[in-house]
T-cell receptor, first 112, second 117 residues
Framework: KQEVTQIPAALSVPEGENLVLNCSFTDSAIYNLQWFRQDPGKGLTSLLLIQSSQREQTSGRLNASLDKSSGRSTLYIAASQPGDSATYLCACEGGGADGLTFGKGTHLIIQP | GAGVSQSPSNKVTEKGKDVELRCDPI?????LYWYRQSLGQGLEFLIYFQGNSAPDKSGLPSDRFSAERTGGSVSTLTIQRTQQEDSAVYLCASSFNPLGTSEETQYFGPGTRLLVL
């Protein structure tokens, strides 16, 4: 059974810093890996999706990498802003009909 | 265009009552998913529909939970004889293509916050 772990569980940094969020997964047989953000009291917003054949994806100040062999993904946020404050979730899609397997998230606070 | 919508947004019920949660996926999306997010827990996958069919119902927490989808669109998640441990946020998502399509993004609704007293 796939297990997804996110480190750190919480992170607080001053505005403007670059930061890295980590995600690890136990089963490398994935179709894709996705990063989401969740704002308090709201649903999930998809940030980036990396297909199993890809190594990274970029969107604006966000860059996500995928290393299937080591079971790791990182989300890099450049020049952080207070509006980036949210919980960031990593999720893997495997085979079958099991949906996405999520980590417990990293709660990020960007201090103005 | 409209995203995934869910109703009600909040539901408070008494232990032992039945509740029905509704999800309207993005128009044209064939795949629909239900997840549960409990306080302090991660997101837990419950069930997946491709069209009106659910290939695997083993993710449902107990036989008090059931889900259906009609017309390849709206889905309802029903919880019978609710228990306090059912309190959680229930999230619905949809995607254009089915699971196993490597480039497919799931789009999430805002969730239904269920509180069982």
């Amino acid at each position: 059974k796939q297990e997804v772990t996110q480190i750190p569980a919480a992170l607080s940094v001053p505005e403007g810093e670059n930061l890295v969020l980590n995600c690890s997964f136990t089963d490398s047989a994935i179709y894709n890996l996705q990063w989401f953000r969740q704002d308090p009291g709201k649903g999930l917003t998809s940030l980036l999706l990396i297909q199993s054949s890809q190594r990274e994806q970029t969107s604006g100040r966000l860059n996500a990498s995928l290393d299937k062999s080591s079971g790791r993904s990182t989300l890099y946020i450049a020049a952080s802003q207070p509006g980036d404050s949210a919980t960031y979730l990593c999720a893997c899609e495997g085979g079958g009909a099991d949906g996405l397997t999520f980590g417990k998230g990293t709660h990020l606070i960007i201090q103005p | 265009g409209a995203g995934v919508s869910q109703s009600p947004s909040n539901k408070v019920t008494e232990k032992g009552k039945d509740v029905e949660l509704r999800c309207d996926p993005i128009s044209g999306h064939t795949a629909l998913y239900w997840y549960r997010q409990s306080l302090g827990q991660g997101l837990e996958f419950l069930i997946y529909f491709q069209g009106n069919s659910a290939p695997d119902k083993s993710g449902l927490p107990s036989d008090r939970f059931s889900a259906e989808r009609t017309g390849g669109s709206v889905s309802t998640l029903t919880i019978q004889r609710t228990q306090q441990e059912d309190s959680a946020v229930y999230l619905c998502a949809s995607s254009f293509n089915p699971l196993g399509t490597s480039e497919e993004t799931q789009y999430f609704g805002p969730g239904t916050r269920l509180l069982v007293l």
